[in-house]
């Protein structure tokens, strides 16, 4: 089993920032790719930003280009999300995500695991 850690949310003013935190702990052997997304209330969740283990490639949404960076720690297992410039629509419970999760070499496929989730607020 592999457990996502989430830290770093919390309320905020409108131009302010905030860092997240998500580590991965537990039966890893490899992790292709972590990301964020969020779900705002009585919306859909959504992508924020992804980030490869390998490579470092990065994908953003388009509403948090410019202002949002995703990076990680491959030692550590860990993804950061740096949001700068934040906005009222941003406020959402954000949700970190391990995606093709390999337990072992064995394991080719690997699975996808989820955060429990950290609120952001953003007031205006």
């Known amino acids: 089993q592999v457990q996502l850690v989430e830290s770093g949310g919390g309320l905020v003013q409108a131009g302010g920032s905030l860092r997240l935190s998500c580590a991965a702990s537990g039966s890893i052997f490899s992790i292709n790719a972590m990301g964020w997304y969020r779900q705002a209330p009585g919306k859909q969740r959504e992508l924020v930003a992804t980030i490869t283990t390998i490579g470092g490639s990065a994908n953003y949404a388009d509403s948090v280009k410019g202002r949002f960076t995703i990076s990680r720690d491959n030692a550590k297992n860990t993804v950061y999300l740096q949001m700068n410039s934040l906005k009222p629509e941003d406020t959402a419970v954000y949700y970190c995500?391990?995606?093709?999760?390999?337990?072992?070499?064995?394991?080719?496929?690997?699975?996808?695991?989820w955060g429990q989730g950290t609120q952001v607020t953003v007031s205006s």
């Open positions: 995500n391990a995606d093709r999760v390999r337990s072992s070499w064995a394991d080719k496929a690997g699975w996808s695991y």
